[in-house]
């Protein structure tokens, strides 16, 4: 029973900041690449920031600068901290973790208003 749970979604306005975070369960997590996606409405679900499991990230152009993605293998939690956030940064974000399987959070809903 893998269990990857978000948290720390909410509305807030335009220049604020959010962190979220993802605690998993079921898995080895050390061993697992993570990352946060989106999913704005009308939209395809993209990738937000990924971290493997040696610790290198990456980061969509559109948030490079602005969010940080970091892990704590002592609590199998992922975190993205976003700053300076925008409008069109609203979207439902999910907890990603990769290995020979994928496997994906409810998902946690982060609404910027300008």
């Known amino acids: 029973q893998v269990q990857l749970v978000e948290s720390g979604g909410g509305l807030v306005q335009s220049g604020g900041s959010l962190r979220l975070s993802c605690a998993a369960s079921?898995?080895?997590?050390?061993?697992?690449?993570m990352g946060w996606y989106r999913q704005a409405p009308g939209s395809q679900r993209e990738s937000v920031a990924t971290?493997?499991?040696?610790?290198?990230?990456n980061y969509a152009d559109s948030v490079k600068g602005r969010f940080t993605i970091s892990r704590d293998n002592a609590k199998n939690t992922v975190y993205l901290q976003m700053n300076s956030l925008k409008p069109e940064d609203t979207a439902v974000y999910y907890c990603?973790?990769?290995?020979?399987?994928?496997?994906w959070g409810q998902g946690t809903q982060v609404s910027v208003s300008s």
């Open positions: 990603y973790a990769g290995r020979l399987k994928a496997y």
């Open positions: 079921g898995i080895i997590f050390s061993a697992y690449a």
């Open positions: 971290i493997t499991s040696s610790g290198s990230t």
